[in-house]
């Protein structure tokens, strides 16, 4: 096994930082907050914490040949999510019922799995296993995303608005005109390039797909766009939704974004730090598919597919608001944001940027594409196989992340995706329009 | 003031020993466990120690006089049960979702409260005063029973099976044959004496009451009876239940009490203690009005009559297995145990009793009295009118406390209430039949 | 069997009546009226029509030795309503779901049996099989009721608003002030008396009760009155109601009785004739017995007991607004009325009536007792014991008779009963008062 | 309008023949069976007959300048399906609850509104009027299908298993292997011609897309290999289904296709000619999109893309087991049937076809493509607008017609759509795979 192994320098740090990482984000909560369920798709912070734990124990440490620790026989059937493979588990709406573990008892198997990954790193990583232990990394990066997503549902449906940890006041920045990037039609290639680094299996294979020319919104829809909509009746206008969608907006009484509240002097949004004004030039946040596609409807346009985005993406740098930035919000576009997280190239003649901002971070963007196996796909073998490919029903791709994913974690390949009703995520969207 | 004032000591230390009854029943908790709650019925601990405050916080301190501490606004609408003649309230089944205030919180609250209420103590109870108290005590000694009733449905739905307290095995003393106690016709007045103490309104007026005779059993049916109506097939006989109980345990495959868990070797169930095997001489406990009406059906017998149980619990002592046993489960009849809690005159001659055992603690006993007002009833003038009044529908009376009760809480004109398919709380019964 | 057959005169003309009566009740419908379950509690009349066949198929024939006629085995499933003892059976909420037997085929049924039953008159009836057909006619009236309220409501769900049968315009005689008859407290037996003819078995067996002191108002409440209770908030204020009931009301969204609806110039009602104008005086119905409730307690008073209700009733003749009157709806009280459906005894000095109107016929008085066995009460041996006791749970009993009830049906004893939530019976109230 | 208007005889014995058609197709039925609802997705069949003829009142004669005649108002509300653009409807779920109008009432108003467009025929078809009479015709079409499938649910939900029509025996032919038609990657062209007559405005516009080489079986699946499926415990394995198909599948205690019955020597299945046994070379029918999908998993293949059917559509006759048959079931595929519903073009050397068969009639083939808007796709101006566009949400597209499909109904082009779990209609799958 020597020399299959790789220098255990390579991935150990990365594990330490990423594995911090979760736990850092859980400092500002109290005991209790780790434990509650708000709704059936909101997992318990303590529930995250150990169910990343369990991916390790599970499907790397067994490969890799290290002894397991001693450890509760039945956090193997507490803290599967979804892999019938390995398994009968715990139903998901039932965790918010369990007080125990404790919190402490979770940090406690967090550590025994963290000391089993230590010997693993003493000992070298055998090249088999490196890829799994990348996949536990980013699937733990993926759920860092939601214990800010859930913990901000779990807040919010508490009459005490609590805070999870206060922040600078909105950067409201000027309004800025949009503009259209235009794409002409051609034949390129979307999906992973095998030699480029880790992904998903569901961003294989690389492949051609037809574009027809097209027009992308160089930046998000903000607020105050979106306060036009309201103000025009958009919840009120059954022609611009879907009829799933206006079924849904009705039966939940849809007047708003989640999170949105109305006030004496206008409408006011529960964030992270707390419910504050919403802010005019931020972009608008927590819509579901079915108001993303009326809003589109309304403006005249339409939302991307995502082989269009991800064609566009390609000419921006990954940088932008993440998680790291600590905002948990996404942020106004300010006119110096624009060369960072905007175009690579030049910009062609004129006023009008010939590559779109805000590609990546601040609120994943509702693509049109249903989620769907491209081309030649095959799920991983094993258990694994069961991350991605059976959800590709009923479901909606998102593509470029948002204020609550690390940096480290986000590609142009990178495929999100939710049903169409989903609301609790930071998710928003960015016009497209037929050339 | 001063001469309506009643000397501060008479309720001063009862007050503090309810109170940190409740508090001492907390102490097997971790702070995860007072969060949960496993189902609508149920309610997290720390919501009980919260809303038997707010109790005194909203109907003693303002009537006193009491300046009030300074208190989270929201907990008005947080702790408020069902009085909707104090405002609104939030929902019940939203008790799980609240992870603040945390449980330190809570305790904080509670003091603060205390604080306000020894003040109250120091300078002098008015007399009008004085029943607001008994009333918020009684009221919190409820809450102790359902405390324990509750965190044992929360440690049920947990895999882990986590334990309250170990407690010493069952103590499954020889079994004693059922013997019957006769009742003539009579005319009799059951309900409270006014001037015997305390009682809740629904216990008024003390009326006359014209029993036909009937006979009474000599003590609780025992699991082993219980067992015996499973083996001859009594969850799957239609003709032994009411139409709504059929219905009701087809629809939640009821096989067994609540708690009782097939193993290889027999039935086990769940206790505060653990799990363990089912004892055959312990009387059955935590079963729904619909099977305890089936089991007497299928027995040839019926179920009592409330003003039967209570002319017949006359004759015996408050004595038993209550909530200060420590117990917390129902125990089985000891021989000795007898002349405590039977018959206070004399036993006729041979060997059977002449006042039936078992009276008190243990099990509350099913009646088949549905919940009504006494002939005359009037609720308590103001919000406290919605105590009892407004539950008389749909439910059944349950006599004689259990081993959750506390002693000082329990008399023969007590009158307990659940619809007749609850089953979490320590309910058994008792055969009753026509002479 | 000859010694023990009866003539067979005595009973063949009453069956004849009672069948033909229930296909009269039919003339007025198209087909597919015949077809329609409005909701779970409704049947479609072609069931009705169908299963009182099968009960003299099921309950009558064997047991006469009739050789049964060449039916379809599929109708002794479809066409058991509630009897497990007698097999399994389609489940109630899919009765709506039949196009077949078409109303033909049931008709043919109905004749099938009506000559196999025409045959055991002609053989003589031994004696033990006549009180058998005597339940089965009892039985066809009860539905006969059904027929009626069940298709009141189907049409109900129409926007077409179809009319069962023009009717006269309502006779709204003048108001007449409420009056009070007063009881004394007294021992008096209500239930049957075992030689005073037919009785269902929950009216056994006559039994000694102690009465208290009470009043019991003359008439029945009107719309006028209730429409005075609406004005002044009755649906909007919580301390009037029972907590079921309040939390059905508004998740119901009641704002009226059942039926009633409102218009620009004030309320109207659907009735079997159409829409109308609410009309101040006719007695108020298609109450739950929630509202009933709340409504009592809005005027102080209270629901009668049954017991009450039946001492009442004792004196007063059977007479009234029956079906055969074929006004299908309450109808307001007229002074002429009051002698021939009001007091048989003198009634004393001044202008006070000494006994109630208006005690049968009209609408079904919710009474304020839960429906219980009586002491002493035991069910029919065999499947017929499922007639009545299985639902002694979660129901209240209703006195008197209605419109829609055949008048040689109704009895001073008979015991009706529904859950407190129902509303599509011709349901009303009377007063009652502690003396 | 003279000069614009076309010849009268061009569509007129069209419309004859169509609406003909739909009664034609109620010839076996009894009124009752056209009031039905079984689901909330199905209709009754009388409320088919009279939206169809809502259709030509609403869209078609306001347009073309016929004055209406005299209809009753609340037609227009119970009989719009789903057009939010003309006013409020009535609501989908409670089409069963209606009586009436009566059929010969719905009848009367199809012939009413058969006049109206008689007089229009009469007087010239102006020609932008045309094509709201064609999408009348194919929308009549589309519920000719819908009536025989809602029927064939309502039967199948009747414990009397009624018979639509007796039909000779299941031709159950030879088995022949499964081959495979395999087809080069290429740019090619999909959608509709403009000029190429009737398209609905999912089918627009004509457009390029780059197909990926794939190969396509030359047969659909049959009962006896998707009873293989069964054998090998395909409703048993998670890891075959997608995540909510296997949830669907449980929840609903899926074990075989929609209507298959297990009988003691074997299944059965419910067809509109009463209950026999599966055939095994006939093709399997009523899968969910959810059995299909896990279906092609365990063959190791996948369900075809859209696109691909339709390249492969292109090479065949439309021929083949539609409802003019009158089999109202699929068939068993013949030899001597290949050519006909075969290839146009030469079969390659050896036994293998070069072109699938069955392609059109038998069974709707589920593909893997979600129902989406093919780009530039823009819906009708006006409340036609309505028909298909809002519903490309979490649907999946099926193609070729079936047997219950009108011939002259379906294209190569033709998109029609159903929810993953819908079962109830004729549908099938066809099995495909990447080259």
Redesign the interface.
């Known amino acids: 096994m020597a020399e299959t192994a790789v220098p255990k320098r390579a991935l150990d740090p990365r594990y330490r930082q990423i594995r911090a990482q979760s736990e850092m984000l859980c400092e500002p909560l109290?005991?209790?907050?780790?434990?509650?369920q708000?709704m059936p798709d909101v997992s318990p912070t303590k529930w995250h914490l150990a169910h990343t734990s369990w991916f390790f124990q599970t499907f790397v440490l067994p490969a890799a040949g290290i002894e397991l620790p001693d450890i509760?026989p039945?956090y193997a059937?507490?803290f599967n999510s979804?892999y019938?493979?390995v398994g009968p588990r715990?139903c998901r709406p039932?965790r918010?019922?369990?007080?125990?573990?404790?919190?402490d008892q979770v940090y406690a198997y967090r550590h025994l799995i963290d000391d089993a990954m230590g010997k693993l790193f003493e000992r070298g990583v055998p090249e088999d296993v490196m890829p799994l232990i990348e996949v536990g990394l980013q699937h733990e990066q993926q759920h860092q995303e939601l214990m800010l997503t859930d913990i901000k549902h779990?807040f919010s449906?508490?009459?005490?608005d609590?805070m999870y940890r206060a922040l600078p006041a909105p950067d409201d920045a000027k309004p800025r005109a949009l503009g259209w990037c235009r794409y002409d039609e051609q034949?390129t290639t979307i999906g992973i390039d095998p030699g480029s680094g880790f992904a998903f299996d569901n961003e294989h294979p690389l492949?051609?797909?037809?574009i027809?020319p097209f027009e992308l919104a160089d930046r998000l829809v903000t607020c105050g766009e979106y306060l036009e909509f309201m103000d025009d009746g958009g919840y009120e206008q059954?022609?611009l939704?879907?009829?799933?969608?206006?079924a849904t907006a009705q039966s939940e009484h849809w007047q708003a974004p989640l999170y949105w509240r109305r006030a004496e002097d206008g409408w006011q949004l529960f964030t992270l730090a707390g419910v504050r004004k919403v802010a005019a030039h931020e972009p608008v946040c927590h819509l579901s598919?079915?108001e993303a596609s009326a809003f589109a409807e309304w403006a005249g346009c339409r939302l991307p597919r995502e082989a269009e985005w991800e064609l566009a993406a390609r000419g921006s740098r990954i940088d932008g608001n993440f998680v790291e930035q600590r905002r948990y919000h996404p942020q106004a576009l300010r006119d110096e944001t624009l060369p960072s997280n905007g175009p690579l190239r030049d910009v062609s003649a004129g006023s009008r940027p010939s590559a779109p901002a805000q590609m990546f971070g601040d609120v994943w963007e509702w693509t049109?594409?249903?989620y769907?196996?491209y081309?030649?796909y095959r799920p991983l073998e094993g258990a694994l196989?069961?991350y991605n490919g059976?959800?590709?029903?009923?479901q909606f791709v998102l593509r470029g992340g948002s204020c609550a994913t690390p940096e480290s974690h986000i590609r142009p390949t990178y495929r999100n995706f939710f049903p169409?009703d989903a609301r609790w995520q930071f998710t928003g969207l960015r016009l497209a329009r037929?050339a």
């Open positions: 109290e005991t209790e907050d780790y434990v509650i708000s509760e039945t059937y507490l979804y019938n493979a715990h039932l918010g019922l369990l007080s125990r573990p404790t919190v779990v449906s508490n009459p005490l609590p034949v492949h051609r797909v037809l027809h059954a022609s939704w879907l009829s799933e969608g206006w598919y079915f049109m594409s249903a769907a196996p081309p030649g196989g069961e059976k959800f590709m029903c009923n169409p037929d």
